[in-house]
């Protein structure tokens, strides 16, 4: 799986977070771990009638050219607007709960500051804690390798393809752009070393590369087994969970991502149900620049003018 994303993190610093939903961002951690690591880019664009790249050197190659896009990632922010719904078992509504989250990036590392809950500004009390725990991530983000995430588990895709079988490549066009798209399926006898690669033996999907820029466009990606995480004593993700990825191209400099969609059903503490519905939409995206003392506080300073 790739870099890890704090994003999981950013709705869960309210008093009021409830277990579930803090399960739920795990659930998206995994599966943008997985994306994550596929994220680069690179020059080079091969020709509509060209034979298709071998998938494995492909994903090599992307994972190559992620040192460029972070220097350039670090310059820009955006705002990402996460909702997640809880579901009862006729699959109607039971709780709705949002957040507006400003994204930034260091060192590699993507960190999601809460600006809003459920429409409302934070309150005080919870503008400080807010605060004190971007403070104290950007201070880890910065000792923290780039291709590891902050929870400390090292990022290898190398480990993660070998617990992987890719199948049927093939071009497709993909909002009107070329893409190498290719199905994956992780392998049940497979070695695991960590958590991500452990869940990357449970999961099938797709991912479509952009073929011009080498970046991930879209990925449909689900469970095709359920996961138990802490030995199904914490939680089992049950069969059939599935997560959905979008990203464009922003200012002709890189790609960031435009939504995400996620579906969870799960049984937490070996005896309570869960079930519920994950969506994100990310805009008003902006270059700007962070100057020294500022980005301990995780604050953006517009890029000035030439």
Known sequence: MPRGSNKANTLCSSTNETFESVFMMQFKMLALAFLLMFAGSAPAQDKPDAPLPDVRKLMVEVDQHQKQVDKIR????????????????????????SGEVEIFFVNGHEIGRLVKKDGKPLEASQEKKETERITKLVEKAEKTPADQSLNGDEVSISKVLGVMDVRNPRR???????????DFVGRKDAKAHNLAENASKKLQGTLWIDEADREVAHLDVSFDDNFKIGGGILATIQKGSNFHFEQSPINGELWLPTGAEATVAARVLMVKGVRQHFTERDYDFKRFNVQTQQSKEAKAVPAAKP
């Open 172 to 182: 497709q066009l993909y909002h009107n752009r070329p893409n190498v798209v290719f």
């Open 74 to 97: 670090e310059n820009y922010t955006y705002t990402s607007l996460q909702t997640t719904q809880d579901i009862d078992s006729d699959g109607q509504v039971k709780k709705t709960e």
